[in-house]
């Protein structure tokens, strides 16, 4: 393999591609690439991975779509996250006090 011709050919192919980041759709590989799978990829990976054959661009709607079902994704763990937080509030004893002489005024 000519080294010099790899990486010339990837730099000519990362020149061409859109943007910084690129979604690559993966192709069955014999190494156990799983084809179909769409990752969002730095244009230098995104280079590398079109010259060896392991992959190919997303089609702008692919595209939208990963990246719309990354931020439900994304949207649903922040929401977790949050629903699972535990909220402690430490009082001093002379607040618990007032609070339950305040309580107790109220149920009277």
């Known amino acids: 393999m ?6 010339r050919k990837i730099r000519e192919v990362e020149a061409q591609l859109p943007g910084e980041e690129v979604v690559i759709v993966s ?5 156990g690439g799983v084809p179909g799978v769409k990752t969002e990829v730095s244009k230098r990976l995104a280079a590398k991975l079109l010259v060896e054959g392991r992959g190919r661009l997303a089609t702008e709607t692919e595209a939208a779509e990963y990246r719309r079902e990354l931020e439900a994704s994304h949207r649903r763990a922040q929401e977790l996250a949050a629903a699972s937080k535990v909220q402690i509030a430490v009082v001093s004893e002379a607040e618990l006090r007032a609070y339950r002489s305040l309580k107790s005024q109220k149920q009277a």
């Open 2 to 7: 000519d080294l010099k011709a790899y990486y």
């Open 27 to 31: 192709y069955e590989t014999p190494d």
